[in-house]
């Protein structure tokens, strides 16, 4: 009974905020297991030291990420929701993962406090096709300034129709779908190229 609880408990939390901001959180439900498989299958995780994640929310995205993780590897979840940055930091205690009360649009800032110039990976569950443009635009390139060299940012959207900012942005973009969740979703890998590749 009290495991039902804490499982339901995320859950609740996850889908009040949903109807209170459905522009801000995008779905009701979080990432399937299926959909959470596809977003971390293509990342080398034995190299992978430095992670980002954008809009962790109640964590499902960001257990699977620690699971992955090499032991000295560090992981940071940007989220502005603060009822969602307080549940993070309560509910997974993991000493690699640093949770940032801030937007995305902060990650070069954030990593440079830590002393951190780049990162291997960039992680994001953030509606980026019903956000305002401007929003979008600088979270795209504030990530692609930090990416590595040959490092990715995967995501997942349930809309195609923003993917030419996102080939501004980045040049290389794949688009691969999950049918497999609720609602169906659309998951690209982004990495840096020429414009308008």
């Known amino acids: 009974m009290i495991a039902a609880v804490t499982r339901a408990r995320p859950r609740l939390l996850f889908a009040r ?16 297991r299926r959909l959470t498989q596809r977003l971390l299958a293509g990342f080398d995780w034995s190299t992978a030291r430095v992670i980002v994640e954008y809009g962790p929310g109640t964590g499902v995205v960001t257990r699977a990420i620690l699971a992955q993780m090499a032991p000295d590897a560090r992981l940071f979840a940007f989220e502005i929701n603060e009822d969602f940055v ?34 291997d990976a960039a992680i994001s569950s953030l509606p980026f096709s019903i956000m305002p443009p401007r929003v979008r635009l600088r979270i795209l390139a504030a990530t692609a300034r930090v990416l590595a060299p040959g490092a990715a940012m995967v995501g997942y959207q349930y809309s195609t129709r923003w993917l030419r900012e996102l080939r501004r942005s980045f040049g290389d973009v794949a688009v691969d779908f999950e049918p497999r969740n609720w609602p169906p979703a659309f998951v690209f890998t982004a990495r840096r190229g020429s414009p308008d590749a």
């Open 17 to 32: 905020h949903f109807f209170a901001n459905p522009r801000g959180i995008g779905s009701m439900i979080p990432s399937s």
């Open 86 to 119: 307080t549940f993070l930091r309560r509910a997974i205690p993991d000493p690699r993962l640093t949770v940032v009360h801030d937007s995305a649009e902060s990650v070069a800032s954030a990593l440079a406090a830590a002393g951190i110039e780049h990162c």
